[in-house]
């Protein structure tokens, strides 16, 4: 089986064109389905719908949760489907077998005053400071995913129009820089940027202390840090901070397909969980005005 999976781990990386976080998830889901079935004395080829069924409860039964089962399942289906395709299996056990159902979870977001308060937070009295001020109200005023923020180089931004072009697979969007963000970022720029890296030919837009591109985990510690020294009790991420930009936006009027645009979703039907977040005194105007409320 250690052939198979390499052949295909190979393919949909040379061919899918996924982004590395997505193979990192298919090459652990493949080898722990590998090291199960290897356990339980199975030949892969083998395998019929009960058994992924079966293996699908001991994922519950591990308490995985339903999320992380059903990218397994994906997983495992993407992995037949390449072995029926050539000609390794004859039928692929996973056809019929419904992927679990998720609920959508409640997305947690800061009110403006945690959001001032923790862009506050870093101050322009070291290269440091510069950066993570920079970075932090980049993050609000993008809503970018953390991974599309780290993997952005300097020619990304334009200046002169207030935008960020970001680029994820074979797709691109331009995002709006408000003043703030754009203030931040130039002084970045000029002050601290060039400063900090070592070497002229490095393309990231935000690195680290050494120079280098900064990481997600990179990110994520700058986030927490920032989070205590305001003492937010709420769990802060960079998630959290996309999710507080979509939800501010709707709150001030702005179209749902815009901020659909703005956040890449591809269907507008996973921007909508932030209607739930609309400012009440919309509901208090439409109750006391319209006639039939």
Request: aromatic share 8%; proline share 2%; hydrophobic share 35%.
């Amino acid at each position: 089986m250690d052939k198979q999976i390499s052949s295909f781990l190979n393919f949909i990386e040379n061919d899918k064109k996924l982004s590395n976080n997505t193979l990192q998830s298919y090459r652990r889901d493949i080898l722990q389905y590998k090291n199960y079935i290897e356990l339980k004395k199975l030949d892969y080829s083998k395998i019929n719908s009960n058994d992924i069924k079966i293996y699908l409860q001991y994922l519950h039964d591990i308490n995985k949760k339903a999320s992380t089962i059903s990218r397994n399942l994906a997983s495992i289906r993407l992995f037949y489907q390449y072995e029926l395709k050539n000609s390794k299996i004859k039928i692929d056990p996973t056809e019929g077998i419904q992927l679990p159902k998720i609920e959508k979870r409640v997305p947690s977001i800061l009110t403006a005053q945690e959001v001032s308060l923790l862009l506050e937070q870093p101050k322009n009295i070291d290269l440091k400071g510069i950066r993570d001020k920079a970075m932090l109200e980049f993050a609000y005023a993008t809503g970018m995913r953390v991974t599309e923020i780290i993997s952005l180089n300097i020619e990304d931004v334009n200046f002169e129009n207030s935008y960020v072009v970001c680029k994820t697979a074979n797709k691109q969007r331009n995002i709006p820089l408000g003043s703030m963000s754009l203030k931040a970022l130039k002084q970045y720029i000029e002050e601290a940027r060039l400063i900090i890296i070592k070497d002229e030919n490095e393309k990231a837009l935000f690195v680290n202390i050494n120079g280098k591109r900064l990481t997600r985990q990179g990110f994520w510690k700058i986030i927490k840090y920032y989070k205590e020294q305001a003492h937010i009790s709420k769990d802060i991420t960079p998630h959290v901070l996309r999710h507080s930009f979509a939800t501010h936006l709707l709150q001030n009027g702005a179209e749902l397909k815009a901020i659909q645009t703005m956040l890449g979703h591809s269907d507008i039907s996973s921007t909508q969980i932030y209607m739930q977040f609309q400012d009440e005194s919309l509901k208090n105007i439409y109750n006391k005005a319209h006639p039939r409320a």
